[in-house]
């Protein structure tokens, strides 16, 4: 299953959250899968392009396009049927992960205002560059990829 989970928006920048919940995986079909759903979010390939790329009479391979980077993907969590294996923490594990997440998150948000003011920054040039501060880019569909 997957649920699409919208968050806050942080600095400006919308950001999505993709829940993908299954038994088993290959290889890098999760970067895949966040790479069309991106494509579709974005407004670059229609929805039913998803189904399109599943009939493999039409489609035998994957077609030639970027996949989703793998710093943005966080394997969060497994889940196992209780009678085969039972996970244990010590408290001074715990309290170690949260001490660690809580360094990574104060170092996050450093960094997102720092790239933030950098943003603001470049965007003042917008108005000197004109229509050349931003170089548009041309979408294949992936359906017309070999």
């Known amino acids: 299953t997957i649920e699409v989970e919208n968050s806050p928006s942080i600095a400006g920048a919308s950001v999505?959250?993709?829940?993908?919940?299954?038994?088993?995986?290959?290889?890098?079909?999760?970067?895949?899968?966040?790479?069309?759903?991106?494509l579709v979010g974005r407004?670059?390939?229609?929805?039913?392009?998803?189904?399109?790329?599943?009939?493999?009479e039409t489609i035998p391979e994957r077609p030639s396009y970027a996949m989703a980077p793998e710093h943005y993907l966080v394997l969060y969590d497994c889940a196992y049927d209780d009678t085969d294996c039972k996970f244990t923490a010590s408290l001074r594990a715990a309290a170690q992960c949260a001490n660690h997440t809580s360094t990574m998150?104060?170092?996050?948000?450093?960094?997102?205002?720092?790239?933030?003011?950098?943003?603001?920054?470049?965007?003042?040039?917008?108005?000197?560059?004109?229509?050349?501060?931003v170089?548009?880019?041309?979408?294949?569909?992936?359906?017309?990829?070999r």
């Open 16 to 38: 999505g959250c993709f829940v993908i919940n299954g038994t088993a995986f290959l290889w890098h079909q999760i970067r895949c899968m966040v790479a069309v759903l991106q």
């Open 43 to 56: 407004g670059l390939e229609q929805p039913d392009v998803v189904k399109a790329l599943l009939v493999v």
């Open 105 to 133: 998150l104060t170092d996050l948000i450093l960094k997102v205002h720092l790239v933030s003011s950098m943003v603001s920054g470049a965007r003042t040039l917008v108005p000197v560059l004109g229509e050349h501060a």
């Open 135 to 145: 170089p548009q880019s041309s979408h294949e569909p992936l359906l017309a990829r």
